[in-house]
């Protein structure tokens, strides 16, 4: 893990308001777009790089936020582990599914999605979608999860600028932050673009002054 990650995920006060409100829409709206029974996202922890829940949303929401895996857990620890993203169709099939996990978790998936988020570079968390119900191929599913995986890399770029800045010097324009965003989503399909603009909204409310 990165020497300028200073952020320990699943910690007392880790996260304040705004920045975990900005994750759990990511969550809602993946959640939603896929019909999917739950859609989460993990950020590995740089000390000892366990996957962390920041955001949950559907099955397991009120319950799973802080809770931890081991590094190299499942499929969300493969994904992290390698990088790549991976549509699991049949979660028994997969030899990377962790059952066990699973279990603790209180839902059992039949499907998982999970992507990477990137920075810099480097793996620092996963996007996963659970139980999607949306009829789409493989390719156009892992397009938009993609995206969205995209979005909430952004959204942590935007949290880590402002843990670093701890109040000591003028943070840059999150709204300059968000913009970027969407220039980088358009040119997507409709739903896709659908989607980009309602969750650019919620961030931009949630970022209101």
């Known amino acids: 893990m990165s020497a300028d990650f200073p952020y320990s995920p699943g910690s007392p006060g880790s996260l304040d308001g705004t920045e975990r409100r900005l994750l759990q829409s990511i969550v809602e709206v993946a959640r939603h777009m896929f019909g999917a029974a739950a859609a989460s996202i993990f950020l590995v922890d740089p000390d000892t790089g366990d996957l962390v829940f920041e955001a949950v949303s559907g099955e397991g929401e009120k319950e799973l936020v802080g809770s931890h895996f081991p590094a190299g857990t499942g499929i969300a620890g493969w994904v992290a582990a390698s990088g790549q ?14 059952q066990d996990a699973a279990e603790s978790t209180g839902y059992v998936p039949r499907t998982i999605m999970a992507a990477p988020l990137i920075r810099f570079e480097e793996c620092v ?3 996963e ?3 999607r119900t949306a009829s789409r191929s493989d390719l156009d599913d892992m397009e938009l999860l993609g995206m969205f995986a995209t979005q909430a890399a952004c959204a942590l770029e935007l949290l880590l600028r402002v843990r670093r800045s701890d109040g000591r010097e003028p943070l840059a324009d999150p709204h300059a932050l968000l913009r970027r965003i969407g220039e980088r ?10 989607a980009a603009v309602r969750l650019l909204a919620i961030a931009d409310d949630l970022l209101a002054p």
């Open 129 to 131: 979608v659970l139980d």
């Open 85 to 98: 993203p991976m549509v699991a169709d049949d979660v028994s099939a997969v030899t990377q599914f962790a």
């Open 125 to 127: 968390g996963v996007l």
């Open 185 to 194: 989503l358009r040119g997507r399909d409709r739903s896709s673009d659908a």
